[in-house]
């Protein structure tokens, strides 16, 4: 805890030039009581109790320190280097809008809330939730997520084009990826540290969670489970055609781990267990 930027007044602008730059934007030290909201684009900085907020162009790398309160932090867009943004105390929430370059989100002490809406091609988006207990949820319609069985149908992942690495940390954490609203038919590969296809652009990878939620769509979808973490996993087909003779999802499981769960919900769905690849 060092800094804090309730000083800064006026709207301060920043231009990097050429070279490798830095701008660290630190306000650790905000007090517990004082819950701020900030929102970040590639070239502007608003929010936080800043009166006019930062502008700023042609920097390499972007650092901010958010205070002790129970922050909510926007990211609508970063620029193409490398952003990093520390929640710190307090239990906070990040809605990742749409993320370019390398974003990496360390949520620090807190029960925090990630929410991955989108993120472009080529980008990669680091989250790390460290201590207590924490939700990153990827999904266009975060937090919102399936109610069953009154609300299946929620998000899709589509605009999850980056590559995305998710660290639990410390304490019970869970990750949520919901497709659920999505009616393509769509083809995916599940590991005990890897989510692969479903038109993810990338992928996901994940380690250090206790809890994984999968949400398949609509769509005719066939999912190969080649292992699960040795947390609990729940994976749910989404519900599809009930026509007869005619299948809607397939989940081929090689091998678990942990507590796997299968709910294949609405329409006709095949469960195959000790699947070899051929």
Known sequence: QLGSIDSINGLLTIDGGFGS???????????????????LTDVT???????????????EDLNIWLGFGDNVFDINSTHAGTTTVNT???NDTVNINNA???????????????NVRATTVNSTTYINTQEDSDTINVTDDAPDLPVLPATPNVGNIDNVSGFVVIDGGLADDQINIDDSRNAANKAGTLTETTLRGLELEAGIDYHNAEDFNLWLGTGTDSLYVESTHTGTTQLYGGN?????????????I??????????????????????VPG
């Not at 730059?21 to 929102?39: M, P, R």
């Not at 936080?48 to 042609?58: A, F, M, N, P, V």
């Open 88 to 90: 710190a105390e307090g």
């Open 254 to 275: 090689r091998s678990i781990s942990g507590v796997t769960t299968v709910y294949g919900q609405a329409g006709n769905d095949a469960i195959f267990v000790n699947v």
């Open 45 to 59: 900085l608003r929010g936080l109790d800043l009166e006019r907020g930062i502008d700023y162009t042609t920097v």
């Open 240 to 252: 599809g055609t009930q026509a007869t003779n005619q299948r809607d999802d397939t989940f081929a």
């Open 100 to 114: 370019s370059g390398t974003l990496t989100v360390n949520t620090e002490q807190g029960t925090d809330t990630v």
């Open 21 to 39: 730059d830095t701008v660290n934007v630190d306000d650790s030290v905000a007090a517990a009581l004082n819950n701020k909201f900030g929102t």
